[in-house]
């Protein structure tokens, strides 16, 4: 377990799986966690069942899935991830989504993704960490600024949301940044 100023990482258990089940059937967090990506989008208790058997079973060499929870009241907000964690490379990708809408723009994702850098920078000796995100999340896009990634490029009109085209921006941290004061 990670404990940041406000949220609390933890092992990811069955029992999630109700909370992502919400989530992922809420427009409004497929929108702006997946821009509104159909592969994300709605899906039934089964699938999810499904995919939370296999999100158990991850090694942690490899990718791995924490819950995040309000530490002001213990309650189950969102989720961070890593994935294709690549040791010989020593890089990762990374992902987090706030499912709680009304959390949102309150620091939970960003103190939550700074514990997973922390995590991943310091047990494992990476690199380099990388997130994406749409053109159009400037609360993401300033979000993942503040914690020290960097722009480092944009698959142009990659993204289409509701029948406007948006660029998909990536971002990176090397380790030497992480190390750096803020």
Do not use: Q
Not at 55 to 70: G, Q, Y
Not at 113 to 120: F, P, S
């Amino acid at each position: 377990m990670f404990e940041g100023r406000l949220v609390r990482l933890r092992a990811l258990r069955s029992e999630d799986a109700e909370h992502h089940l919400r989530w992922r059937n809420d427009p409004e967090v497929v929108r702006w966690a997946a821009a509104g990506d159909p592969c994300f989008g709605p899906v039934t208790a089964e699938a999810v069942g499904l995919g939370f058997d296999t999100m158990l079973r991850l090694s942690p060499r490899e990718s791995a899935v924490f819950t995040v929870e309000d530490r002001a009241d213990g309650r189950v907000i969102g989720m961070v991830d890593y994935r294709d964690l690549d040791p010989y490379a020593g890089v990762a990708t990374l992902g987090v989504t706030i499912g709680e809408r009304e959390l949102w723009g309150r620091g939970h994702g960003s103190d939550a993704l700074r514990l997973l850098v922390d995590h991943l920078f310091g047990a494992y000796g990476l690199s380099r960490l990388e997130l994406d995100t749409w053109s159009g999340n400037e609360r993401a896009v300033r979000a993942f600024g503040r914690l020290g990634f960097r722009e480092e490029g944009r698959r142009r009109s990659a993204v289409l949301l509701e029948g406007k085209r948006y660029d998909s921006v990536l971002f990176g941290m090397l380790r030497e940044e992480w190390a750096k004061p803020a």
